[in-house]
């Protein structure tokens, strides 16, 4: 029987849940789109011929729905946990879509909310946690973590041992060297190669990845904030970045 799904955002994420869906539904019922919401558009109104049903905080109006998260990209990734949690929704009523064409190891984990696109290949001992998105053909190698709310674009490649703290972004295309640890809220730009730990709030480019912006110094007093473990080429910062 078809599970009854409202989707969080109107971006192209959520096209990309809708063929989620619609590849799922071709091989047996699994899930039956009632609508979505979205603070951006008037309620009653439609996108891709399905019903607006009100904003983000209506949720709980659904009892016995289940939700997915479509929010995210490279502007907004960090916002996802408070998209979560205006819901004020229980863990169990997350929708966890996963494309029939990805290829999930029966040894990985992967948590509540989580979409896992087409192509997408979660090798043995993996553990993903929930509100994760994973994009079109990434691939996370073994005994690999994602935590909670990180969004890997496509074609990101992961190698074994590699840990993703909460709430981070790797880009399209990026590629992580094995035991590497990319910090809470960092973000790695499209194509980097990452062969160095990022600190938390850090955004990395390049091949190598190096440094392009670092989280302001804590205040006077504060517990100081971990430094990148890559080292800047000439140039980085740009002026009046830091």
């Known amino acids: ?23 799922a539904n071709a091989e047996r019922p699994t899930w039956e789109v009632v609508g979505f919401l979205d603070d951006s558009r008037p309620k009653g109104s439609a996108f891709e011929g399905f019903e607006i049903l009100g904003g983000v905080r ?6 016995g729905r289940l939700f997915v998260n479509a929010i995210g990209s490279d502007k907004s990734y960090r916002k996802r946990p408070e998209i979560v949690a205006q819901t004020q929704l229980p863990a169990d009523q997350f929708a966890t879509p996963i494309h029939p064409l990805a290829a999930v ?11 896992v696109n087409a192509g997408v ?22 005994d690999t973590t994602v935590e909670d709310f990180s969004l890997i ?28 640890t990319i910090g809470e809220r960092a973000l790695v730009g499209l194509g980097g190669v990452v062969i160095a730990d990022v600190a938390a709030g850090t955004t990395v480019v390049g091949n190598p990845a190096r440094v392009l912006v670092r989280v302001p110094r804590a205040r006077t007093g504060d517990t100081p904030l971990p430094r990148a473990g890559l080292s ?11």
């Open 1 to 23: 029987m078809a599970r009854p799904l409202i989707i969080i955002g109107t971006g192209g994420n959520a096209l990309d849940i809708l063929d989620i869906v619609d590849a």
């Open 232 to 242: 800047a080429r000439p140039g980085y910062p740009p002026s009046g970045v830091t």
């Open 58 to 63: 209506d949720a709980g109006q659904h009892a």
């Open 153 to 180: 674009a496509p074609r990101a490649l992961l190698s074994g041992f590699v840990r993703v703290g909460t709430t981070a972004y790797v880009g399209g295309g990026v590629c992580v060297r094995q035991r590497v």
């Open 105 to 115: 190891s029966r040894r990985a984990k992967v948590g509540p909310g989580t979409c």
């Open 121 to 142: 290949v979660l090798a043995g001992g993996v553990t993903v946690g929930a509100h994760v998105w994973l994009g079109s053909g990434c691939v996370i190698g073994h």
